[in-house]
């Protein structure tokens, strides 16, 4: 088949549009006046609700870490610790999750296709590192109770074998989700299961369109 | 905030180009809802861009930008759009049946259908191509070069010649 036939071909396609397409304006000017509007508000929403039970959590975490100082004693350190970090872990969730929010706002689509996907597939990506990070705080759920009075000192060393083999494994799998949850795993199923959550699952189709839009800036 | 005025302007315009967004989804979607949700997705970008709509440009220019971004980007959103997307009470075009010859419609499928087997960059391309958009203009839509148009559009041609060569021997 000749170039010419295929753009006729598409061409009969036109031809047929401009002849029988109508378009329901009434229907139209419905959506434009008032479904628009309550989409994108749903969608602020959507990430406004994560964004609030972030703050919660992170005022619990706040509250239990500034009663803990206050208070302070070298019992608490573990304690100081653990939620010190769960506290810092989950303050960076939340700037990614603040940054989405802008990010998703400010898309404008009149740009063009390669620099608007571009953005898109960034902001996907930025999905997964946020995702990546909050497996960081495994460990710390595992020492968080410990106190500096009874831990190791008086207890027996079945114990201290059990809390580190406990804390251990939680760190063995952190570092491994950490370092798993990477592009090249990402059509693995428990990769998609982990990641659902974040808004992730479609992170492999992103990064196929990534790969295509590398391959056109090189011509 | 756009006025009655604004939105008659905007439907004016809508249906003088309603054939672009209708080619687009027809591209990018199979599945006969996706369609729907696509379309009313693309028309509420361009309501939300019309006001900032940059009169250098042509009107179809800017119309593919954004079909093509939303419908690029539309797949992935796939979970998203089912929070944020209301129904369609009823279609928002309407095609009338028509009495084609049964060659050209089956030519037609075919085409769509190679051209919904490309990879998402590809089809932008191939469908601005086959609308006999000047090199310059694509350029302008992708954000490409205009030789790197003119060279991914080669190798898409041969790739679409080749498909109907396939279909014919076959």
């Known amino acids: ?219 | 905030m756009q006025t009655n005025k604004d939105s008659n302007k905007f439907l004016e315009m809508l249906d003088d180009h309603k054939g672009i967004i209708y080619k687009i989804v027809n591209s990018y979607c199979r599945d006969e809802e996706d369609r729907k949700d696509l379309a009313q997705e693309i028309i509420i970008q361009l309501w939300k861009s019309f006001d900032r709509y940059d009169s250098r440009f042509k009107y179809s220019t800017w119309i593919y930008r954004i079909a093509l971004n939303v419908s690029i980007s539309f797949y992935r959103k796939e979970k998203r759009r089912s929070e944020i997307s209301y129904p369609l009470p009823e279609n928002l075009f309407s095609v009338h049946a028509n009495d084609d010859a049964e060659e050209k419609s089956y030519l037609t499928k075919l085409l769509t259908e190679f051209i919904s087997e490309l990879k998402e960059l590809d089809r932008a391309l191939i469908i601005l191509y086959l609308d006999e958009k000047s090199h310059k203009e694509i350029s302008e839509i992708l954000g490409l070069t205009e030789t790197n148009v003119g060279t991914k559009i080669g190798r898409i041609k041969k790739l679409l010649k080749q498909k109907f060569l396939q279909i014919n021997k076959e």
């Open chain 1, 1 to 219: 088949m000749e170039e010419q036939e295929i753009i006729n071909i598409w061409k009969s396609q036109e031809a047929k549009i401009e002849q029988s397409l109508e378009l329901n304006k009434k229907l139209l000017g419905e959506i434009l006046n008032q479904k628009a509007q309550s989409a994108l508000q749903s969608l602020a929403m959507f990430k406004t609700r994560g964004i609030i039970a972030a703050v919660i959590y992170l005022i619990i975490l706040g509250f239990a870490l500034s009663a803990a100082f206050i208070n302070y004693s070298s019992a608490a350190n573990y304690f100081i610790v653990s939620i010190g970090a769960i506290f810092l872990i989950n303050i960076k969730a939340l700037y990614d999750y603040i940054k989405h929010l802008i990010w998703i706002k400010n898309i404008d689509y009149d740009g063009s296709v390669t620099e608007i996907q571009s953005k898109l597939v960034k902001l996907k990506l930025s999905i997964f590192a946020h995702s990546r990070i909050i497996v960081l705080q495994l460990p710390f759920w595992s020492t968080f109770y410990l106190s500096g009075k009874w831990f190791p000192q008086t207890t027996g060393w079945g114990y201290i074998i059990f809390q580190t083999a406990f804390t251990a494994l939680f760190t063995y799998v952190a570092f491994w989700l950490y370092k798993n949850q990477s592009i090249e795993n990402a059509d693995k199923k428990w990769f998609k299961v982990l990641i659902a959550g974040s808004g992730g699952k479609s992170l492999v189709k992103a990064m196929e369109l990534y790969k295509e839009l590398e391959g056109y800036k090189e011509g």
